[in-house]
């Protein structure tokens, strides 16, 4: 089975989402950094491995883990071991773990937060109209970022004033190219910034997810501080990257798709069928690390060994044309049925879907009616991705907004 090395700068994340494809559903890569593991690439076996108990998340049964051949300051070793948390259990300690999460994260209860969601994205729009007309504006750090950010935050209570330390924190957390003597101090200042967190919201409790997470563990639920600090890490992390890479991705395809985001203004398709096909087609999140085999499992004609680890390769399997027929490699926002699994599938599935999928289902319209003449100041070709093999996230996205709806240039 040839490897497949993971490129840590993210040259052309379609190219090696191909490549990993052709390789069949179980693809032998290797990470940045020289980290052998296995992809599934193909819906079907991904769907099947994701609720296969033969998986799990403990990192105790790798066994390159158990040889010490995985160092402390690999750049993703805070996604291979980040600690205790509903993303590295199964089972109870999972259902435990999750249940608090995912009963703040229903639709019903996402649903009220729509008010708020309105509010925040009408602030954002007014700053954007108030930037200097015709110069091109980064509408991933104008508009993309902070909606989603400020929405998370209010969710778990952290402060605003904490924002620009988080994303200078999450940057060097996600990518592949932090230096490895920063790993180690940059996950302590982590571990310290939402320690401090916990403890501010232990003294001052509010109407939010951590004060509850600390509620549920004085009452006898059993969450220990490792599990509140590294619960509230995960959400912050997960809450806001995916939506701005939605929010981002769309933008790029309708730019790239004209003929499409001219039937979108007109209300031929509706937006929830744009934001599920990209979704598909450019998925925010390329790869998932890690789960492990406690014993070799089949998938299609190979196998994944026993003490191995498995990533999942959601970039590939969006365009899986077994799943979605000879037009998964094209953007149609009118697909039907388009039965993607851009949040995950089983037991793990992203417990924040629901509010992403509101958020950007609030915030693009918004966007678009405000600005219908918005379009990229530069060629798709010349926009850059991130060095971050976890996120199809790009460095930025510059736009030219164009006369607001109601003005004249």
Not at 16 to 29: C, H, I, T, W
Not at 32 to 55: I, K, M, N
Not at 379 to 398: F, G, S
Request: net charge negative; charged share 25%.
């Amino acid at each position: 089975m040839t490897r497949i090395a993971l490129d840590p700068f993210v040259t052309d994340l379609d190219g090696e989402s191909a490549a990993l494809r052709a390789a069949g559903p179980l693809a032998e890569v290797e990470l940045p950094g020289g980290v052998h593991v296995y992809a599934v690439t193909r819906h079907a076996e991904a769907r099947a491995l994701l609720t296969d108990s033969r998986l799990v998340k403990d990192i105790n049964v790798w066994t390159a883990w158990q040889r010490g051949e995985i160092p402390m300051d690999w750049p993703l070793i805070g996604l291979a071991n980040p600690g205790r948390s509903m993303l590295t259990v199964d089972g109870a300690d999972h259902r435990r773990l999750r249940t608090l999460v995912a009963q703040a994260l229903t639709v019903k209860r996402v649903e009220r937060l729509r008010t708020g969601i309105e509010a925040l994205t009408n602030a954002s729009l007014e700053r954007l109209a108030a930037l200097p007309a015709g110069q091109p504006v980064d509408l991933k750090a104008e508009f993309a970022y902070p909606l989603p950010m400020n929405v998370i935050s209010e969710l778990m209570g952290v402060d605003a004033a904490d924002h620009p330390r988080l994303k200078e924190l999450f940057e060097k957390f996600f990518s592949t190219q932090t230096p490895p003597e920063e790993v180690p101090q940059m996950m302590a200042d982590l571990g310290a910034l939402f320690t401090k967190i916990v403890d501010s919201k232990r003294a001052n409790p509010g109407d939010d997810l951590t004060s509850a997470l600390i509620a549920a563990s004085e009452d006898g639920d059993h969450l220990s501080d490792e599990e509140i600090v590294n619960t509230l890490q995960l959400i912050i992390a997960a809450g806001h990257e995916t939506t701005i890479s939605l929010i981002v991705n769309v933008v790029e395809a309708l730019a790239t798709h004209p003929e499409q985001r001219k039937k979108v203004l007109k209300g031929e398709i509706g937006w929830g069928g744009v934001i599920e096909e990209t979704l598909r087609w450019n998925t925010p999140t390329s790869h998932v690390l890690i789960r492990f085999a406690t014993e070799d499992i089949e998938v299609g004609d190979k196998v994944l060994p026993k003490g191995e680890g498995l990533i999942v390769s959601f970039g590939a399997l969006g365009r899986d044309e077994e799943q979605y027929g000879p037009t998964a490699g094209e953007f149609d926002a009118t697909r039907t049925p388009n039965r993607h699994i851009a949040f995950g599938h089983g037991p793990h599935i992203c417990p924040g879907a629901a509010l992403s999928r509101l958020e950007a289902g609030i915030a693009l319209p918004a966007l678009y009616e405000r600005f219908p003449e918005l379009d990229l100041a530069v060629p798709a070709a010349e926009l850059r991705n991130k060095p971050i093999v976890t996120q199809n996230d790009l460095h930025e996205l510059p736009v030219e907004l164009g006369c607001p709806f109601g003005h004249t240039s």
